[in-house]
């Protein structure tokens, strides 16, 4: 993209194909009439006179500083008398000559002879840093260009801060016969935005490369601003008229989203589903609408930007209300997870007080769900006692809740202080050797497969047993625990098979119990995982309907949710694999313990007979 001409605000441009055009500088009223800045007032209207001799001849008006590239220069009778107007007005003319060839090459030597030599070094300055800006406004916006625009504006500013510059101005406007003359307090008011005005291209096509979605131009002109800021605070201002518009729509998009959700968001008890469709849409908008603007916004500018806080802080607090209705959708982890989110946008911001006290009651309500949401009211408490290592007792101890002193636990059945199978779990507060039972939770799945586990070998056990009572009963069975010789033939009970068959028996149970302790841990883990799944997979499901439904979801969240569930898998089949073996022992031990019990019966069968 190519600028050009575009020297001082308020003028109309017009654009021709990829160059801005000012009719300001098109038209700047030396030019039209083909006289140097330096001109007094009776030649500006001799010089308007000849013009217009020469436009009723039909000649051309051509002179050496009409600069080409700015095109072709008006001529009519109507141009003529706007530029002499133009002139003869001071503030006018003070930014006709800013903006104009003090004098070119073939009037040096008339030039300096009028001209003191400090002030005439100063109009070259000026000539030269004017060349310079037009060669910017012919380059495009590249990196080069833009390095150009660099260069062109500090030469500028140089010229600008020189007060030889603005002496000669008032020395022109002495000797030009100017009625009236510019005023020192004009020159003064010219000289403040003089830099600024030389910039304004590029403010020009800032814009325009950001409504046609140019970020990298974009980037690249906010850039040489920050080079420039040095110069002066016209920088920042120009960095603040690209990027403010940008900012005003992102922080009306903000506040639109948050007046259409919350007009629809239903806050009484029991609307949770409904709530939760229009919560999902209203945080698939943010995502896929206002997070991207953000993302835009802060690429453009410098991270401390006050315009770049202003929109996070802006997006924070639109997430944070998001996050907000999901209480009211009953789905408080989310709302966690969301006011985290905008916590970490609003950082540096003074959004940051007002997000984190709604955090800290989301978190009060996501422990209290946690802690209390699956308690179930008890008729009577449970009995606990043991007598010589057997009996009922609590074991464990999870999920503590400071306000109210409780934690979870599991009543199990024990023989020699050894948990055989769980009983029930329970929330429970503790006083010395008191306990106090606030309600009933549902056992995880430790203890699930626990309890399974005992089930299937307590029913072994009794299968076992009420087959040798059969057999015992027609005289053909004998238990390892009950042994009986009938005959002298008969092999003793304290044979050596019979001893190491017995002694396997009794070791290998030992052992399935020591193991059943060791993998409690194991368990513990593994139904923590499958918790976490389950609830992921629930979540999905939600999704998925939701999608089939016709309602959009937020796809990036579906497939973090798809990989949190898969790592959570690998975890869950890692632990499995580093505990195989364990798990394999115990199984090999149960079903060897029939088999065992078996051999001792026919061995002790053999000797009966």
């Not at 020159?187 to 304004?200: F, K, M, Q, S, T």
């Not at 439904?549 to 694999?577: E, F, H, M, P």
Request: charged fraction near 20%.
């Amino acid at each position: 993209m190519k600028i050009l001409g575009y020297l001082y605000l308020g003028n109309r441009i017009t654009l021709e194909g990829s160059v801005i055009v000012s009719d300001t500088l098109k038209s700047n009223a030396f030019r039209v009439l083909g006289i140097p800045a330096c001109a007094t007032l009776p030649e500006i209207h001799k010089a308007a006179a000849r013009i217009r001799k020469l436009a009723l001849l039909g000649l051309s008006n051509t002179t050496e500083i009409d600069i080409p590239f700015l095109g072709e220069k008006p001529c009519t009778e109507v141009a003529i008398r706007a530029a002499v107007g133009r002139l003869e007005n001071p503030v006018q003319r003070l930014h006709e000559r800013l903006f104009w060839i003090q004098a070119p090459q073939e009037m040096q030597d008339m030039y300096e002879s009028a001209i003191p030599s400090q002030l005439n070094q100063s109009g070259r300055n000026h000539d030269q840093a004017l060349r310079n800006l037009f060669v910017a406004l012919e380059a495009d916006l590249d990196d080069s260009g833009i390095a150009l625009w660099v260069s062109a504006i500090r030469a500028w500013n140089q010229v600008i801060n020189d007060d030889e510059y603005w002496s000669l101005c008032l020395m022109l406007e002495e000797k030009g016969n100017f009625e009236p003359p510019a005023f020192p307090s004009e020159v003064n008011a010219l000289r403040d935005i003089a830099v600024g005005l030389a910039a304004e291209p590029l403010v020009i096509a800032a814009r325009n490369a950001l409504a046609f979605g140019d970020s990298s131009t974009v980037h690249r002109i906010l850039g040489a601003f920050t080079d420039l800021i040095d110069t002066g605070p016209w920088a920042a201002n120009a960095q603040f008229d690209i990027v403010a518009p940008l900012c005003e729509r992102f922080r009306g998009s903000c506040q639109s989203i948050r007046q259409e959700f919350d007009s629809k968001i239903i806050r009484r008890s029991g609307a949770g589903e409904t709530n939760k469709l229009f919560c999902d849409v209203e945080l698939e908008q943010f995502r896929s609408g206002i997070k991207p603007d953000l993302d835009r916004i802060v690429q453009l500018l410098q991270p401390g930007d006050p315009l770049a806080q202003e929109s996070r802080e802006q997006a924070a607090l639109c997430l944070a209300g998001i996050a907000s209705d999901y209480t009211w959708a009953d789905d408080f982890i989310l709302s966690e997870k969301l006011h985290e989110e905008a916590l970490s946008l609003a950082k540096d911001t003074l959004g940051v007080i007002r997000i984190e006290t709604g955090l800290k009651e989301v978190r009060k309500a996501v422990h209290q769900q946690h802690v209390f949401g699956n308690l179930k009211p008890l008729v009577a408490a449970p009995s606990l006692k043991t007598i010589n290592g057997f009996g009922v007792t609590m074991y464990g101890r999870s999920d503590y809740d400071a306000d109210t002193q409780s934690y979870a636990t599991t009543r199990y059945f024990v023989a020699l202080f050894i948990p055989i199978f769980p009983l029930g779990r329970y929330r429970v507060i503790r006083t010395g050797n008191q306990y106090t039972f606030m309600g009933k939770l549902p056992f995880r799945k430790a203890e699930r497969f626990h309890l399974g586990l005992s089930l299937t070998l307590i029913g072994a056990l009794i299968i076992l047993g009420i087959t040798q009572a059969n057999v015992t009963a027609s005289g053909n069975t004998v238990s390892p625990s009950t042994v009986t010789s009938s005959t002298s033939d008969a092999p003793s009970p304290q044979s050596p098979r019979l001893n190491e068959i017995k002694a396997q028996i009794e070791s290998g149970r030992s052992r399935i119990a020591s193991l059943e302790v060791q993998l409690k841990p194991v368990l513990d883990e593994i139904n923590s995982l499958n918790a976490r799944m389950d609830s992921l997979k629930s979540d999905l499901k939600s999704l998925d309907a939701q999608h089939n439904s016709g309602i959009d979801i937020d796809v990036d969240d579906y497939n973090a949710k798809v990989d949190t569930y898969n790592t959570l898998l690998a975890q869950y089949r890692q632990l499995l694999s580093a505990n195989s073996t364990d798990i394999k022992t115990h199984d090999d031990l149960v079903a060897e313990d029939p088999v065992l019990v078996k051999q001792y019966n026919l061995l002790l069968q053999g000797g009966t007979q």
